[in-house]
């Protein structure tokens, strides 16, 4: 049973282009979060997402960030007009669906941007 | 009211001694405390969780202590090893947010094991 995956692993941009990551949730899993880690931190939840729903964008930037999980294909979090502040980890989680909420989240290996 | 705070940020510790991080949380509405360990240029994989109906969880050598009452959590590591040496991270959510759960995480801390 593949892990969540996630790509690419590494990507490079320049300012004020935009950013696309993907993530493939575990197999039989329907519940998807980002998260983002600057350097030296801990992580920072960013959305959480089923299936062609968003259900809590709380820790979203209000601009240039959106995320969709569409019905086929994999999570994307698209960030719009990079900039360098944006550079960071970014983490896609992803759990089973247990009859209401379940709490084990795993995390895939990581999208490292980097906005020059 | 959703900080974790973890301490210590960094732990020097001898191989065969014990690891013990910290961790406090404020939210009295979470339910839910795992432990992620991460190596560099990986993501956080999960290693223990638990529950504060117990007080404690052991799994092999990684042991969670609960302390319900004053808010605290912390990760034992008996017998340390230099395997050992990565970033662990605490982290809490709560049902209340509905299914959306959310973690929060501490900061970090940095653990090297010497051999």
């Known amino acids: 049973n593949a892990g969540v995956m996630q790509n690419p692993r590494h990507l490079v941009r320049r300012r004020g282009q935009e950013a696309r990551l993907r993530c493939s949730p575990m197999?039989?899993?329907?519940?998807v979060y980002w998260y983002r880690q600057l350097p030296e931190e801990g992580l920072k939840f960013m959305v959480y997402l089923q299936k062609e729903n968003i259900i809590d964008e709380s820790g979203m930037p209000k601009e240039r960030f959106s995320a969709e999980f569409p019905k086929e294909g994999p999570s994307i979090l698209r960030i719009q007009q990079v900039v360098r502040g944006d550079s960071a980890a970014y983490f896609c989680?992803?759990?089973?669906?247990?009859?209401?909420?379940?709490?084990?989240?795993?995390f895939g290996p990581g999208t490292r941007l980097t906005v020059l | 009211q959703q900080q974790v705070k973890q301490s210590p940020q960094s732990l020097i510790v001898q191989k065969g001694g014990i690891s013990i991080i910290n961790c406090a949380y404020e939210?009295?509405?979470?339910?839910?405390f795992p432990w992620y360990q991460q190596f560099p240029g990986k993501g956080p994989a999960l290693l223990i969780a638990?529950?504060?109906?117990?007080s404690e969880k052991k799994e092999g050598r990684f042991t969670i202590s609960f302390n319900k009452s004053a808010k605290q959590f912390s990760l034992h590591i008996m017998d340390s090893q230099p395997g050992d040496s990565a970033t662990y991270f605490c982290a809490a959510s709560s049902s209340l947010s509905g299914s959306a759960r959310q973690l929060t995480f501490g900061s970090g801390t940095q653990l090297t094991v010497l051999p």
């Open positions: 989680a992803s759990s089973p669906w247990a009859g209401g909420a379940s709490d084990t989240q795993y």
């Open positions: 939210n009295t509405a979470f339910d839910y």
């Open positions: 197999k039989g899993h329907s519940h």
């Open positions: 638990i529950r504060p109906d117990v």
